[in-house]
C-alpha cells in the first residue's frame, strides 16, 4: 500500500531540486507540520553502548541536520538518536550548487555537498537552548582551507564537549580533497591521539567522559581496514561508524546520474556497506561498538545489519524516497522482528550473520 506520503508529499517535493527540497522538510519540522510519532517503549531494543542508554538502536546520520536546527523534531519522529554535522569551525558555503542529485531508479542520492555548514558557534548556540532530554551526537570535521586539519577536530572536541552526548570525527567524506587520507595509519595515529587526548582534558573538567567514534569509508582495501582496525584498538577508541558515502558506481540503473561527482548514499549502499562493516567487526572484535550506515531503508534492513555486527544503525538518505515515517515504520518493525526471533534482547541477534557478510568482496 502506497502511503500519503509517497503518494501526495514525495511527489511535490520531486518537483523542486534536491537541495531546495531538502531546506523544504527542515522548514517543515521547525513548523510542527510533521507530526510526532507515538511508539510504545520496547525494553528488547534498549541499547547500553559506549555508556549510553539508547531507548531503541536506530538514529538519525549526520548530514541531514548540519545545523542543529532539528535535533529536537527529529526524536520525536521515532529516532532513539540523532547527529548533527558535520560541523567545522568556521561557516563554510561548501561547493558550487547543483550538488545533490537523486536516482530514483535506483533509491540513491548522489552528493558533494563539502561540509557546507553555519560553523561551530552557530551549531553550539541552538544546541545550548535545547536541553540534553534526548541523545543528540556532534559530527565534527575541518575546514577546506585549514592550515591545522587535526587542529580542527580538536577544536570540535573542546566547543562542544558541554551538549555532545558523543563525537563522531568524519575523516571519510570524499567531498573534501584529502580528507580521507587522515584514514592512513600514521595519519589515524595522529588525529585520534589528539582528539583523545583533548577528549580526556575536558573529561577531567567537566566530571563526565563523552565518547568518540570515528566515521570511516567504505571505499576500503583489507589492508586499510586492519590499520583502522589496529589504531581503533590500541587507542581505545569508543566505537567505529560504518559507513560514510561511497565513490563506486557498481550496478546503478541512472548512468546518468553516476556521471556526477560525489558520494553515493542510499538503498545502493546497503551491500558494500554491510560488507565492511562486518568485516570490521571481525578485525575489532565484539566488544568495540559498531554503528552501522548505509541503505537502511526498512526493519529488515536494519536488522541485517544488526546481524552482520552493528550495535546500533543509522540512516538518511533513504527518508528522500520513504518520508518521515520510516523511523517510526522502522522500530515499530523491529519489535515485530523480535517477536519473530523470540529473543530477549535485539543484541542477542547481533553478529548471526557476520561470517557471511565478512566473507563477501567489498
Known sequence: MIDPFKRIARRGLFLFDPETAHGMSVAALKSGVVPACRIAPDPRLRQTVANIDFPNPLGMAAGYDKNAEVPEALLKLGFGFTEIGTVTPKPQSGNPRPRIFRLVEDEGVINRLGFNNEGHEA?????????????????????KDSEDRIADYVAGIRRFYSVARYFTANISSPNTPGLRDLQARESLA?????????????A??????????????????????????????????DGLIV???????????????????????GAPLFEKSTVVLAKMRKRVGS?????????????????????????????YSCMVYEGPGLPGMIVRGLSKLIDREKVASIRDIRDSRADYWAARKV
Open 190 to 202: 595522529a588525529l585520534l591521539s589528539a582528539v583523545l587526548t583533548a577528549r580526556d582534558e575536558e
Open 204 to 237: 577531567e573538567k567537566a566530571g563526565r567522559k563523552i565518547p568518540i567514534f570515528l566515521k570511516i569509508a567504505p571505499d576500503l582495501t583489507e589492508e586499510g581496514m586492519d590499520d583502522i582496525a589496529a589504531e581503533a584498538l590500541s587507542r581505545e577508541l
Open 243 to 265: 559507513s560514510n558515502t561511497t565513490l563506486s558506481r557498481d550496478g546503478l540503473k541512472d548512468q546518468l546520474q553516476a556521471k556526477e561527482a560525489g558520494g553515493l548514499s
Open 287 to 315: 566488544a568495540l561498538p559498531i554503528i552501522g550506515v548505509g541503505g537502511v531503508s526498512s526493519a529488515e534492513t536494519a536488522l541485517e545489519k544488526v546481524r552482520a555486527g552493528a550495535d546500533l544503525v543509522q540512516l
Open 123 to 143: 551549531a553550539f548556540r541552538r544546541l545550548t537552548q535545547i536541553g540534553r532530554a534526548g541523545i543528540v551526537g556532534v559530527n565534527i570535521g575541518a575546514n
